[in-house]
């Protein structure tokens, strides 16, 4: 069994700073990619950042220059340094893996944590 624990969510004022955590632990093989996702209230999850076991990164367009991703491979953590924050980057942010619980197995990307809740208001 996999868990995805992230932390590090809240409320803060627009043009400021949040830092998410998220560690995987359980029966895991290898990780090939992590990501974070967020939901906003009446919208559909959407990406906002991955990053490969190579360093490979993905951003949307909406956080680039803002946010950064950075992942530890031995500890199986991925990170999210959220700067100027807006208003509309609110919502529910999700940890996301796609890895391996075996060796021979497919990789599965339909990994998930809980959520964290980050609020940008003043």
């Known amino acids: 069994q996999v868990e995805l624990v992230e932390s590090g969510g809240g409320l803060v004022q627009p043009g400021g700073s949040l830092r998410l955590s998220c560690a995987a632990s359980?029966?895991?093989?290898?990780?090939?990619?992590m990501g974070w996702y967020r939901q906003a209230p009446g919208k559909q999850r959407e990406l906002v950042a991955a990053?490969?076991?190579?360093?490979?990164?993905n951003y949307a367009d909406s956080v680039k220059g803002r946010f950064t991703i950075s992942r530890d491979n031995a500890e199986n953590t991925v990170y999210l340094q959220m700067n100027s924050l807006k208003p509309e980057d609110t919502g529910v942010y999700y940890c996301?893996?796609?890895?391996?619980?075996?060796?021979?197995?497919?990789?599965?990307?339909?990994?998930w944590g809980q959520g964290t809740q980050v609020t940008v208001s003043s």
């Open positions: 990053v490969t076991s190579g360093g490979s990164t």
């Open positions: 996301n893996a796609d890895l391996k619980i075996t060796g021979w197995g497919p990789y599965q990307d339909d990994y």
């Open positions: 359980g029966s895991i093989f290898i990780i090939r990619a």
